[in-house]
């Protein structure tokens, strides 16, 4: 007798119920997840735009501190050097034309383009057999 009690009680368990009644009979168990999840992103998403207003913000800040102070160059501009005997480009000038000697600055005019190239292609050359020759033969 109570086989065929738990042979109907596993029958009545499994039999298919209609879909509205085990639909209202179930908990609603998912409903609770799936609100704690929306609101875990509405969280997240409220952090990365308050992060991203910040970064903007401290960004114009500091291009407008950069736009009141002048830079540099702009403070060169604005003040020139009022005698060129004392404008220290003007110096080293003067201190590398007295250094280079006169007769390399000659060579260099008188020699064509044409010269120039053959002259280096035939260094290059010696550069070239000088490591050939250096090579242990295998």
Do not use: W, Y
């Not at 480009?89 to 120039?116: F, H, M, N």
């Amino acid at each position: 007798m109570e086989r065929q009690e738990a042979s109907v009680r596993i029958a009545d368990e499994c039999a298919p119920r209609e879909a509205t009644a085990s639909f209202l009979a179930r908990p609603a168990v998912g409903r609770d997840t799936i609100t704690l999840v929306k609101r875990s992103l509405a969280t997240l998403a409220g952090i990365v735009g308050i992060a991203a207003l910040g970064r903007l913000l401290t960004k114009r800040r500091a291009a407008r501190k950069t736009e009141e102070q002048p830079t540099q160059a702009e403070e060169a501009a604005v003040e020139p050097v009022a005698d060129p005997a004392t404008d220290p480009a003007e110096e080293l000038r003067r201190k590398l034309a007295a250094q280079r000697p006169p007769e390399a600055e000659a060579a260099v005019a008188s020699e064509t383009l044409e010269e120039r190239r053959a002259r280096v292609h035939a260094k290059a050359r010696e550069a070239m057999g000088a490591m050939n020759d250096d090579e242990p033969a295998a």
